[in-house]
Antibody, heavy 119, light 107 residues
Framework: EVRLVESGGNFVQPGGSLRLSCTAS????????MHWVRQGPGKGLEWVAN????????YYGDSVKGRFTISRDNAWHSLYLDIDSLKVEDTAVYFC????????????WGRGTPVTVSS | SSELIQPLSVSVALGQTAKITCGAA??????VHWYQHKSGQAPVLVIY???QRPAGIPERFSGSNSGNVATLTIIEAQAGDEAVYYC??????????FGSGTEVTVL
């Protein structure tokens, strides 16, 4: 059974930092592009970032460039998202997702971890 | 721009057919993917590359894509199909883009 389990979501003040984690099982993690997607309160899905199977390429959405860093550890089947300079508008549920091909669909998703940015 | 336009909501009678549209200029030239998202759960891929169905997705779900509109069709709608459905494409200028989401209600 494919599983993606996110963790690390928390209540943070504006300007703060956070690391989100995602642990994968049930598929060959190193064969998949990995993504972070978020959903703000009352909003739709927004793609945040992705990382190539070997970790050598990363891409970011315009709204997070320069503040978010995606990384992975294939030995531990884990995906990470380091978030700096948090803004109120970063408040969202953050989903981890896996896609077998670049520029294609996201095959598997986790349930998400909530991040709240507020003073 | 690859803004994807979806209706806010669609209602369908139990056992009937629901059609959810996703509009954008020349979307028929792109691969469109559809996700089912129930509150508090992981989103699920229900259609990929416009008309392909992943393993485990019922044949009641189908997709089409032509011109400026992609469509997700659910036949014989069941209570368990109630969810928000999102379309998604990849564009070289905007990366991964999701539609605004359509809430499907089964009456």
């Amino acid at each position: 059974e494919v599983r993606l389990v996110e963790s690390g979501g928390n209540f943070v003040q504006p300007g703060g930092s956070l690391r989100l984690s995602c642990t994968a099982s049930g598929f060959t993690f190193s064969d998949y592009w990995m993504h972070w997607v978020r959903q703000g309160p009352g909003k739709g899905l927004e793609w945040v970032a992705n990382i190539k199977e070997d970790g050598r390429e990363t891409y970011y959405g315009d709204s997070v460039k320069g503040r978010f860093t995606i990384s992975r550890d294939n030995a531990w089947h884990s995906l990470y998202l380091d978030i700096d300079s948090l803004k109120v508008e970063d408040t969202a549920v953050y989903f981890c997702a896996a896609g077998q091909h670049f520029a294609d669909c996201l095959d598997f998703w986790g349930r998400g971890t909530p991040v709240t940015v507020s003073s | 721009s690859s803004e994807l336009i979806q209706p806010l909501s669609v209602s369908v009678a139990l056992g009937q057919t629901a059609k959810i549209t996703c509009g954008a200029a020349n979307i028929g030239m792109k691969n469109v993917h559809w996700y089912q998202h129930k509150s508090g759960q992981a989103p699920v891929l229900v259609i990929y590359r416009s008309r392909q169905r992943p393993a485990g997705i019922p044949e009641r779900f189908s997709g089409s894509n032509s011109g400026n509109v992609a469509t997700l069709t659910i036949i014989e709608a069941q209570a368990g199909d109630e969810a928000v459905y999102y379309c998604q494409v990849w564009d070289y200028t905007t990366d991964y883009v999701f539609g605004s989401g359509t809430e499907v209600t089964v009456l």
